[in-house]
């Protein structure tokens, strides 16, 4: 972690940038962290409030859109090659393409505050050929709201940031566990009732 925070006091909005973007196509950074200690920096005065906001949504934003990029460019034949080791099949895809386009991107906008989950989103939106007018809206309004969040809580908290910043990540690692524990449930039950009919 002290890593992450001299790159940021050392380069500042760039080295928030480039850390987000890396962070979100899926490189191990301490995002909610970062983006707290970079409001902790607004706080003292090292940043402005206008650019770090701009550096955040930016990153998050490149980042996200590489993801997609991946997961149009290469998910689909991952998929086709080695979705049957997973038993993943090519009708299974198209029945996650039509939920995706029905209310997964939803997912793009909330899955920010998720760890982890983040990560999937852009790919698997990517994979199931999202409309990119459809991810822009969703992801780029998730980028604009999870910057805002963590970038102000770092600002209002000031001195307290360490307590507040790992008491946060703990809360959102949870939620992560609690929601992959929810679509796991969800997909044993149908898949239960299917075989049954």
Not at 12 to 38: D, R, S, W
Not at 133 to 154: E, R
Request: net charge positive; with cysteine.
């Amino acid at each position: 972690m002290e890593t992450f925070t001299h790159l940021l006091s050392e380069y500042g909005y760039f080295g928030l940038f480039g850390l987000l973007m890396f962070g979100i196509i899926g490189v191990p950074v301490p995002e909610e962290t970062l983006l707290t200690f970079a409001g902790v920096l607004v706080y003292r005065g090292h940043l402005q409030l206008g650019p770090t906001l701009l550096a955040a949504f930016l990153g998050s934003s490149c980042g996200i859109t590489v993801s997609y990029g991946l997961g149009r460019g290469v998910g689909r034949v991952v998929t086709r090659r080695f979705g049957r080791f997973v038993r993943v099949t090519p009708e299974q895809m198209d029945r996650v393409e039509a939920w995706f386009e029905r209310v997964g991107h939803w997912g793009l906008l909330w899955g920010y505050f998720l760890p982890g989950i983040r990560h999937l989103t852009a790919v698997v939106a990517g994979a199931t050929r999202l409309r990119y007018i459809d991810f822009a809206v969703f992801a780029y309004t998730g980028a604009l709201l999870w910057s805002l969040t963590f970038v102000s809580l770092g600002a209002l908290a000031g001195k307290q940031w360490v307590r507040i910043s790992g008491q946060i990540h703990e809360n959102l690692l949870i939620a992560s566990g609690v929601v992959v524990a929810c679509v796991i449930v969800a997909l044993l039950v149908r898949r239960l009732t299917a075989t049954r009919r």
